[in-house]
């Protein structure tokens, strides 16, 4: 019953989840802007009964306890986050009344109330049991109420799968794990470092997209198939980063919202491909076609990691050319992006290692990797 990050961070006795909270109001006004990106204004949570689900090490779950008196429920499977998260709220004063952790996952949870808030962030879209547990989330929440989940697919992701795919090549020859991850650290360290408003830890992001293998298990959750999973039973409250616009006339309640918002999904897709960029709205057949070409390139490139086969390197390359050519009459920027990949995929193959400053562009950029949308349900 356990997703693969969850029994990644078993294995490896982790939980890599401790960003910067030095300037603890600056936290709170990130988690501040991102739901209200979401469509949810802080003072939603006052009076609301929240269960949070998979906190990790409870520094996310610090927020909620500044923006509500409520009790909050929180689940969590990871021995090593329970603990860290314990310390935490002893360290910031948090009383042991105001929550209670149930040590198990959301699927074999046995609540004995429903929630007015209900958060799932971070380990949804790698899990293979999401219909389960969205459909175990709904049956938790209240007429009303608000689920926020997070989802993650090939196009989002993909500039950290290359990333990833550059690790792979360049640590080939290192034997052990934890040299693996020393090694990926000091070479990625100078460019983490360089992202404005960057708050975690580099070795925990090396864990968490370097080397945890629940990055490839080939498990992915597309915005539109969130919609699609939660039905007719919910409204669309927003996302962040935000996606969709709704320009239909407040009277027309018989407008379909969500086939409108998958809709503009299709097109606007490619948007998610790096973060700090301008939207792009694409031809529908172009959109789907690039989609389809970060989708080649990012489970090649987890075939590769599992099989080492050059045959399957080779087809990497020839799939960044092609997106290359199809880029090239779209967008010049993104067009050398892919070439600054695919020229960095050829040196490390060829010497097993690369200096990053070679590749400002690649070095620099980011996916826009992860997506929260927030749903209500309907009453």
Same mark, same amino acid.
């Given at each position: 019953?356990?997703?693969?990050?969850?029994?990644?961070?078993?294995?490896?006795?982790?939980?890599?989840?401790?960003?910067?909270?030095?300037?603890?109001?600056? %936290?709170?006004? +990130?988690?501040?802007?991102?739901?209200?990106?979401?469509?949810?204004? $802080?003072?939603?949570?006052?009076?609301?009964?929240?269960?949070?689900?998979?906190?990790?090490?409870?520094?996310?779950?610090?927020?909620?306890? /500044?923006?509500?008196?409520? /009790?909050?429920?929180?689940?969590?499977a990871n021995p090593v986050g329970i603990h860290e998260?314990?310390?935490?709220?002893?360290? /910031?004063?948090?009383?042991? @009344? +105001?929550?209670?952790?149930?040590?198990?996952? !959301? $699927?074999?949870? *046995?609540?004995?109330?429903?929630?007015?808030?209900?958060?799932?962030?971070?380990?949804?879209?790698?899990?293979?049991?999401?219909?389960? !547990? !969205?459909?175990?989330?709904?049956?938790?929440?209240?007429?009303?109420?608000?689920?926020?989940?997070?989802? *993650?697919?090939?196009?989002?992701?993909?500039?950290?799968?290359?990333?990833? =795919?550059?690790?792979? =090549?360049?640590?080939?020859? !290192?034997? &052990?794990?934890?040299?693996?991850?020393?090694?990926?650290?000091?070479?990625?360290?100078?460019?983490?470092?360089?992202?404005?408003?960057?708050?975690?830890?580099?070795?925990?992001?090396?864990?968490?997209?370097?080397?945890?293998?629940?990055?490839?298990?080939?498990?992915?959750?597309?915005?539109?198939?969130?919609?699609?999973?939660?039905?007719? $039973?919910?409204?669309?409250?927003? &996302?962040?980063? %935000?996606?969709?616009? #709704?320009?239909?006339?407040?009277?027309?309640?018989? %407008?379909?919202?969500?086939? #409108?918002?998958?809709?503009?999904?299709?097109?606007? %897709?490619?948007?998610?491909?790096?973060?700090?960029?301008?939207?792009?709205?694409?031809?529908?057949?172009?959109?789907?076609?690039?989609?389809?070409?970060?989708?080649?390139?990012? +489970?090649?490139?987890?075939?590769?990691?599992?099989?080492?086969?050059?045959?399957?390197? #080779?087809?990497?390359? @020839?799939? =960044?050319? *092609?997106?290359? @050519?199809?880029?090239?009459?779209?967008?010049?920027?993104?067009?050398?992006?892919?070439?600054?990949?695919?020229?960095?995929?050829?040196?490390?193959?060829?010497?097993?290692?690369?200096?990053?400053? @070679?590749?400002?562009?690649?070095?620099?950029a980011w996916g826009r990797v992860q997506q929260y949308?927030?749903?209500?349900?309907?009453?």
């Amino acid at each position: 019953m356990e997703s693969d990050y969850l029994t990644f961070y078993k294995a490896q006795n982790i939980s890599p989840c401790h960003p910067d909270i030095s300037d603890l109001e600056r %936290h709170y006004e +990130r988690r501040r802007k991102l739901y209200r990106q979401c469509g949810i204004p $802080e003072m939603t949570f006052k009076n609301s009964t929240m269960l949070e689900v998979g906190p990790g090490s409870g520094y996310n779950t610090l927020a909620f306890f /500044h923006m509500t008196k409520e /009790h909050i429920d929180l689940v969590e499977a990871n021995p090593v986050g329970i603990h860290e998260m314990g310390e935490l709220f002893e360290k /910031h004063k948090i009383s042991s @009344n +105001r929550y209670t952790i149930y040590e198990t996952v !959301i $699927e074999q949870f *046995e609540a004995t109330k429903t929630y007015d808030i209900i958060i799932a962030e971070g380990f949804l879209q790698v899990s293979f049991h999401q219909k389960e !547990i !969205i459909k175990k989330l709904k049956s938790l929440v209240n007429p009303k109420g608000i689920i926020v989940i997070t989802c *993650e697919d090939d196009v989002s992701i993909f500039v950290e799968a290359m990333k990833r =795919l550059i690790g792979v =090549l360049i640590t080939e020859n !290192i034997q &052990t794990l934890q040299q693996k991850k020393e090694y990926l650290v000091k070479i990625f360290s100078p460019i983490l470092k360089s992202i404005k408003g960057m708050t975690r830890p580099v070795d925990e992001w090396v864990d968490d997209q370097l080397i945890n293998t629940g990055v490839i298990n080939g498990v992915e959750l597309c915005l539109d198939d969130a919609i699609d999973y939660m039905e007719d $039973e919910f409204y669309v409250l927003g &996302t962040s980063p %935000h996606m969709f616009t #709704d320009y239909s006339f407040y009277k027309n309640i018989e %407008h379909d919202v969500h086939e #409108d918002y998958k809709a503009q999904f299709v097109r606007k %897709h490619l948007s998610l491909m790096l973060a700090e960029t301008d939207e792009m709205v694409l031809d529908k057949t172009i959109a789907e076609r690039l989609s389809c070409q970060c989708r080649m390139a990012r +489970r090649l490139a987890a075939v590769y990691e599992k099989e080492k086969r050059i045959e399957d390197l #080779d087809k990497i390359m @020839n799939v =960044l050319q *092609e997106m290359k @050519n199809t880029w090239k009459d779209i967008d010049l920027g993104i067009f050398r992006l892919i070439e600054e990949i695919y020229n960095a995929i050829k040196e490390a193959a060829e010497k097993r290692m690369i200096d990053l400053k @070679n590749y400002q562009k690649f070095a620099s950029a980011w996916g826009r990797v992860q997506q929260y949308v927030a749903f209500e349900k309907k009453w």
